[in-house]
């Protein structure tokens, strides 16, 4: 097959993540460095051409993340404004009422969204009471003809067999960094923990959603250490968040980075996404926290090298995102679409309950965003 204008071999198309044949499994860390240290400039274009063999390149999804339960974590993740172990601006908040995120969730829906997600501080998804909610609001969420992400933190066999029968599309665990920086990172929960958790999501059925930080003191030999653990699992995750560390005063590491005045570079950016887009040549990449302090111009580089996935709305949970017109605004100059539910990555997750559900042509969005609707967990655990 013919690849950046070369005759090149099926063996050699494969090992850059061609269509050829399916997602590679087997990356080499040493592969992957090799990858990310690339010259930028053939770096996106490597990129951006597996990402034209697998996806529409204008077609950008959009998703709304609400925190139905804020601060008062027990963990202590050196990035998060919501752990009881920082003195930060955040104070814990009780579980959101049931119909006040019913409402949230239409409004995104009306204003274009496709996904919706609920976020909770929790350590992990322990009590069954407020489990239950979850399952409850994931339920009628889904029943609205939206696809459906949550993040509770650690997670059973049982509990996400039953998030899933109750209609659950994804859900998101990160593994936040390497396994060899995640010690400096966090200590109340293993990097093993959080592979578990992930392996549990995916044998229940349901759409992984797994990425990391950048920002975090981690070196790029860390950044490439992630990157090859997610694309080496048995099956990579459906979606990969990318996040720019947001620093919060009162956090560790947010503390860190304001002390020595620096902090992701778009071309940071630029290096992770490229690199997972070419490993992982079908899953979706999201540009996640950290959007707020990027260009336009800066971003339209990291879509067209692979990022097709956004938070939208003018907030995240404890941070600022960028605001909706100007969201807007960015899809019409740069000709983005939404994504439609369950198409794509996301087509075989669509739940059996979903067959009672109508077209809704309001999906069909071509150039708009989802409006300022809730709050998005901002370096979301």
Known sequence: MKRF???VSNTAARRWGSTVAPPRCDWTKDEVAKIYDMPLLDLMHKAA????????????????????KTGGCTEDCGYCSQSSKHKTFVKPSKFLEVD????KARKAKAAGSTRFCMGTAWREAGKKHSFNRVVHLVKEVSAMGME?????????KDQAKELREAGLTAYNHNLDTSREHYPNVVSTRSYDERLQTVENVRE???????????????????????????????????SVPINALVAVPGTPLGDRQIAKGGMV?????????????IVMPKTMVRLSAGRKEFSVSEQAMMFYCGANS???????LTTANPEFMADAKMFTDLGLKGKVPYTGATAKFK??????????????????VVGSVGKVQANAC
Do not use: Y
């Open 5 to 7: 204008g070369l005759q």
């Open 49 to 68: 051409s597996v990402h034209r063999e697998n996806f529409d390149s204008n077609e950008v999804q959009q998703a709304t993340l609400l925190s139905l």
């Open 100 to 103: 006040h995120v019913l409402e």
């Open 148 to 156: 459906t992400c949550c993040t509770l933190g650690m997670l059973t």
């Open 204 to 238: 229940a059925g349901i759409s992984v959603c797994c990425g990391g930080i950048l920002g975090i003191d981690e070196k790029e030999e860390d950044r490439v250490g992630l990157i090859h653990t997610l694309a080496t699992l048995p099956e990579h995750p459906e």
């Open 265 to 277: 570079t778009w071309m940071d950016m630029i290096r992770a996404i490229a690199t997972a887009r």
């Open 310 to 316: 956004i938070f939208t709305g003018d907030q995240l």
């Open 351 to 368: 739940p059996s309950q979903w067959d009672d559900v109508e077209d809704d042509e309001s999906f069909a969005i071509k150039t708009t």
